[in-house]
């Protein structure tokens, strides 16, 4: 207990920011082993060409690009060349004739003009004018015997020779083909060659060369086209994947290389483990860091409570991810989804009660994430989505059905409302899967759903107390069991002093309205109301409201001796709620609600015996109000008081009244030390005469 206070006591000397970043961070540490292993496959010890010892399927969806790549090239591979015929061809055909005659003719024109030159001399000539032709035709030479001929024979033969090679060859050459049927087409012109009638017998040979020569396919390949069929063919393969789910090999079966190769690819071998799911966690926890910081660093509460409640939620975060932890172990040993025996609600439940709906709300979404993560079953890719989605609607489910005030009875009627939500949802998951289930199957999800929602509840209210303890918490779920009549204490003040039991429930009645108008906490303002005035209990008769045989036992007192005990009963409470380990907000309400004013009607009873006395003598020891609520009580207690005295109120009688004693109060500097303001004044001093009006209200007079 000693190590507890001491802890409290140094982190309230911590600045929040500090304490911000120094929980999110050891948090972090934590959730990061916890998490640890999470999103990893199952990995197995094989070799090649061994049998294998279980049936393996694919953990993920991922593409064979070595296959995919080898069946691309076959595919491009097997596309025909396309072609185009070009008409081109045949001109350039035939003008490869006419250069050749044209400079056989050249080179006989220079003969004639120089009878001396010899044949050797013209051939060399000749073969200067055609510097291309053997260079382009060496599969189809022209020999020298026949250019000799060409070059001796008459230029009308030569004229009619190139007519007909022109008419012969264009003809030939009009049509499209292929290099394939280049022989055939060749022999047609050499067979037409030969029908001639007009043809020299000595330049048959040497027509027929030209013949064979000048005849080329006239469809040439389209590389353009070609291109494009074999990017089209290999577009239409598609990239060959193993499939997340797909049996890379089966119990028994021989895994032989390509097999082998599918199982590296899955990265399900031992030696395959991989650094990035790790990373992936380390990301996932930066991410909810961010979220958690990013909250608790905005919120406008005060300091101290945004300590409790970081403390509280990383608490809590983490027990829930413990939780997961257990149930992550045992998963694997069903058929089932264990994952949905987790209690939805747990979280949202508890952070709701302990800190308020909008952190409950976080929380609901980073533990159905972590759980979506941690509790994977199967072949999930990231995370177990069914599960995420059911721990969240749980929680949500939960925050709207769980109310403010958090009775144990609300808490058990959530669990209820939630286990009704986790059947309708466990229902469509059924539905959704289109899977045939046993019935046992469907006992134990219905079961588990059930069982979820009223775990859920039991461990609220089973950590709620932990909590509440440990950090010193005044949730509603506890205001609200403190308010019950049958509470000993209430009992007490109720038996022991029944007029002070009366006067504390109109308090309560008047700080509850004026505490809510103005934002603060009106059911902490009600129940520290009804045993403000507990410390009574010890000398009830000598407080007018327990006086009712018209004897004021202060009439035999000194002013002195009335004082002391009439403001003992504010530490005498105070010590009465220690003594029952009560809130200390409670405790507080006790002691500050009269806060250092004096005890009037018995200071002035002492200056006319003594009129040396001192104002002080008569004050209560204090402290001022330190909060909102504890200065509402005070006023609300003194109006009560003061109103009660009235012989015929009226709402002008009143509200005079109620302004009076909040003067009073401001003069005397009673509300110097918490944070109510001026404008927060007037609005209390509104609500209380309006709620005093309707308790002092003109009634009817009935008739006999």
Not at 668 to 696: A, M, R
Request: with cysteine; hydrophobic share 45%; charged share 25%.
């Amino acid at each position: 207990m000693a190590t507890l206070k001491e802890l409290r006591s140094q982190i309230r000397k911590v600045k929040f920011t500090f304490l911000l970043m120094l929980v999110v961070s050891l948090s972090g540490v934590l959730l990061f082993f916890l998490m640890y292993g999470s999103g990893q496959s199952e990995t197995y010890e094989i070799s090649a060409f061994e049998i294998s010892p279980k049936t393996i399927r694919s953990p993920k969806t991922i593409e064979d690009t070595e296959k995919t790549e080898l069946e691309r090239v076959r595919a491009e591979q097997a596309v025909p060349n396309s072609y185009r015929f070009s008409e081109d061809i045949m001109k350039n055909r035939q003008a490869l004739l006419s250069s050749i005659f044209t400079a056989v003719g050249d080179v006989q024109v220079e003969a004639n003009s120089n009878p001396d030159m010899p044949l050797d001399k013209q051939m060399k000539l000749l073969r200067k004018k055609l510097p291309g032709f053997e260079k382009e035709e060496t599969s189809l030479p022209v020999t020298d015997d026949q250019l000799k001929q060409l070059l001796v024979s008459d230029p009308v033969d030569l004229d009619n020779l190139h007519e007909m090679l022109t008419l012969v060859v264009g003809r030939e050459l009009s049509r499209p083909f292929k290099t394939e049927q280049l022989t055939m087409h060749r022999y047609e012109v050499e067979r037409r060659i030969r029908q001639s009638n007009t043809l020299p017998r000595d330049l048959l040979d040497v027509a027929l060369s030209l013949g064979r020569m000048a005849v080329v396919e006239t469809e040439v390949v389209d590389e353009e086209q070609t291109a494009k069929n074999q990017a089209d063919a290999r577009a239409s393969i598609e990239a060959i994947r193993i499939l997340q789910g797909q049996v890379i090999v089966r119990e028994g079966q021989l895994i032989d290389r390509d097999v082998y190769h599918q199982l590296e690819l899955s990265g399900v071998l031992n030696n395959q483990s991989s650094i990035k799911p790790t990373l992936g966690i380390i990301l996932y926890i930066l991410f909810i860091s961010m979220l958690i910081t990013l909250h608790f660093g905005k919120s406008e509460r005060e300091e101290a409570f945004k300590k409790k409640a970081l403390l509280i939620f990383c608490i809590i975060l983490l027990l829930a991810v413990v939780l997961m932890k257990i149930v992550s172990y045992i998963d694997h040993e069903f058929d089932v989804l264990i994952a949905f025996l987790f209690p939805t609600a747990l979280v949202p439940m508890l952070v709701k009660l302990l800190i308020n709906e909008r952190s409950a709300v976080l929380a609901a979404i980073i533990t159905s994430a972590t759980a979506g993560i941690m509790l994977q079953e199967g072949l999930a890719a990231i995370m177990q989505m069914e599960v995420a989605l059911y721990i969240l609607f749980g929680g949500i489910v939960s925050i709207y059905l769980l109310s403010e005030h958090g009775r144990r009875s609300t808490i058990l009627q959530t669990s209820l409302g939630v286990a009704g939500a986790n059947v309708m949802f466990i229902l469509f998951y059924l539905l959704m899967t289109q899977t045939s289930y046993t019935m046992s199957e469907l006992i134990f999800y219905a079961v588990a759903a059930v069982s979820s929602g009223l775990v859920s509840g039991a461990l609220t209210m089973g950590l709620l107390p932990f909590f509440e303890s440990s950090f010193q918490l005044l949730s509603n779920m506890r205001l609200v069991e403190l308010s019950n009549p049958n509470h000993p204490l209430l009992k007490k003040i109720l038996v022991e002093t029944p007029g002070t039991y009366h006067h504390s429930v109109m308090v309560a009645n008047l700080a509850d309205a004026a505490c809510e108008a103005i934002g603060a906490n009106g059911l902490l303002a009600r129940v520290g109301s009804y045993y403000h005035d507990i410390g009574k209990t010890i000398h009830p008769g000598f407080f007018i409201e327990n006086q009712h045989n018209g004897r004021n036992l202060h009439d035999a007192l000194t002013p002195e001796k009335s004082r002391d005990m009439i403001i003992a009963h504010a530490e005498d409470g105070a010590r009465i709620l220690e003594k029952h380990h009560m809130p200390k907000e409670l405790v507080a309400i006790a002691r500050q609600h009269h806060g250092t004013s004096s005890v009037r009607f018995f200071y002035m009873k002492a200056k006319e015996m003594n009129p040396e006395v001192k104002e002080e003598e008569f004050r209560y020891p204090g402290p001022k109000p330190q909060t909102k609520e504890n200065a509402v009580i005070m006023i609300a207690d003194s109006v009560e008081a003061a109103v009660r005295s009235m012989k015929e109120p009226t709402p002008e009688k009143i509200a005079a009244l109620v302004n009076s004693i909040v003067r009073g109060k401001l003069e005397d500097d009673q509300f110097d030390e918490c944070d109510l303001s001026l404008k927060e004044i007037k609005i209390v001093k509104k609500v209380i005469c309006e709620t005093l009006n309707g308790i002092f209200h003109h009634r009817i007079e009935y008739p006999d």
